[in-house]
């Protein structure tokens, strides 16, 4: 798994440099106009659950325990050290993106369309009820087949689904704005390099040196199947706003309490 390690820090490394520029983006044009909030929360959650998992995944003992009962036949790859500090500065990294979002100077320069929705809240509403329901019947295991590995399993499931959505509101938000105002330039192209190298980490894993992995030994912060395909479509869809809308100038009003945000 030497091979996948490496191309796995790669993608890390590049993450936390794609993400960095936001908020310098933020502080260079002294506005957070156009940047969707349901973009930065979600990308906050997805990485606040890969880096708890990465945490339980790798130091919990019953949890450990547990996965070699559930997947005897190989070993449960857990990502290397210099990876999951690299999460860990990359989580930092997105969480002064989402702190910039509620800070006064910064909270007035929006539009009527940014803000956390409807739809996030529920969603993350409802991840926390299944999670404690799950948590409740690990509690009540004479019951229950639950195990702790389901409780984990769970959070790397939420934060995925997150991963999958997360760069839709951007997209949305720049089309209610006619605008790409909200990110740097050359956003879309840097998050394609981003996928190009999740890409390459599977093609990896599936015809490299380890070719004979099963789908329980991929790294557990490996994007999934799913994440890479929408986000790959939203990224083209994000190239294609850019090469169209690159004149624009913003539309929307600023500083208003009401309106549908993205």
Known sequence: MGVVLIVNLIAVLF????????????????????????????????????????LLYSCNNKVKEQIGRRYPYGEFEVPGLLVVLAEVILFGVISEGLIQLYLPKYKKTRNINQGISTIPKVFVVSG???????????????????????????????????GWIKLVPQVFMNWFDSSVAGTYKYFSRFYGMLIVFQLIV???????????????????????????????????????????????RPTLLQNQPEGEVV
């Open 202 to 248: 599977k093609v990896v894993i599936m015809f490299g040196v380890d070719s004979k992995i099963h789908w329980f030994n991929e790294p557990v912060n490996i994007d999934t199947w799913g994440s890479i395909l929408i986000n790959l479509i939203m990224s083209f869809t994000f190239i294609y706003q850019e090469e169209i809308y690159k004149f624009n």
């Open 128 to 162: 926390l009820v299944i999670e404690g329901w799950i948590t409740w019947c690990v509690i009540n295991n004479e019951r229950f087949s639950f195990k702790v590995l389901d409780c984990v399993d769970f959070i790397w499931f939420f934060g995925n689904i997150c």
């Open 15 to 54: 993450q936390i440099q794609l993400y960095a520029r936001i908020p310098r983006h933020n502080k260079h044009r002294r506005s957070i106009y156009g940047l969707s909030y349901n973009f930065v929360f979600l990308t906050w959650l997805q990485l606040a659950c890969r880096n708890i998992t990465n």
